[in-house]
């Protein structure tokens, strides 16, 4: 079993859906990440968050440390939004050691 | 500011090859860390960089190796190159050692023949 699963794999919405991507993890963290890939490779940090909750733009991360879950949600979201979404945790304190998950493939129809 | 670079953006080597790829971080980051992409693997850790000493290692055999210079700047060598060493590698750097959200390269798209 994974360290981090993500769900779902993939997911197809019509543009000014509400979206959930899905995080679980099974070790303990001392931050976890939430990431975006384009086509092309190049990745750009969203969030980083160890606790609570945080907001931008129409991107909202969560985390729940007991539950060793947390959601990233997409308000009206928009075909630029199309991505791949990748969790990652940083399972060791003082480290940037990142353990990644699957990745979520996000398409958003006009 | 400038963003995280790497040089080159695309290579192709032969196998038992050697390679050695390149990462500027942005100015003032002193951390690098390393990572490999493969459609079968996904996003692996390799290592990670700070004031010039590697301060954590992933799984990878010691094929793999890297170095960070004195102005952050760091390289990453894969010797005796084989065919599943065909990936995108990625550096990302962040102001901190073992802290703080990491900026992430354009990678480096390795194809080995």
């Known amino acids: 079993k994974n360290e981090v699963e993500q769900s779902p794999q993939n997911l197809t919405a019509q543009e000014g859906e509400f979206i959930t991507i899905n995080c679980s993890y099974s070790?303990?963290?001392?931050?976890l990440h939430w990431l975006q890939q384009h086509p092309g490779g190049g990745i750009v940090s969203l969030f980083m968050?160890?606790?609570g909750k945080k907001k931008h733009g129409r991107l909202i991360a969560t985390i729940n440390i007991q539950e060793k879950h947390s959601s990233l949600h997409i308000t009206a979201s928009h075909p630029r939004d199309s991505a791949v979404y990748i969790c990652?945790?940083?399972?060791?304190?003082?480290?940037?050691?990142?353990?990644f998950g699957q990745g979520t493939r996000l398409t958003i129809n006009p | 500011k400038a963003g995280v670079t790497q040089t080159p953006r695309y290579l192709i080597k032969t196998r038992g090859q050697q390679v050695t790829l390149s990462c500027s971080p942005i100015?003032?980051?002193?951390?690098v860390s390393w990572y490999q992409q493969t459609p079968g693997q996904g996003l692996q850790f390799l290592f990670e960089?700070?004031?010039?000493?590697?301060?954590n290692k992933g799984n990878f055999p010691g094929r793999f190796s890297g170095r960070q210079f004195s102005n952050s700047r760091s390289e990453m060598n894969v010797s005796t190159l084989e065919l599943g060493d065909s990936a995108l590698y990625l550096c990302?750097?962040?102001?901190?050692?073992?802290?703080?959200?990491?900026?992430f390269g354009p990678g480096t798209r390795l194809l080995v023949l």
């Open positions: 990302a750097s962040s102001r901190l050692a073992g802290e703080g959200t990491q900026y």
């Open positions: 070790v303990g963290i001392s931050a």
């Open positions: 968050l160890s606790s």
């Open positions: 990652a945790v940083g399972a060791i304190q003082g480290a940037q050691k990142l353990v």
């Open positions: 100015s003032g980051h002193r951390s």
């Open positions: 960089y700070f004031s010039e000493t590697q301060r």
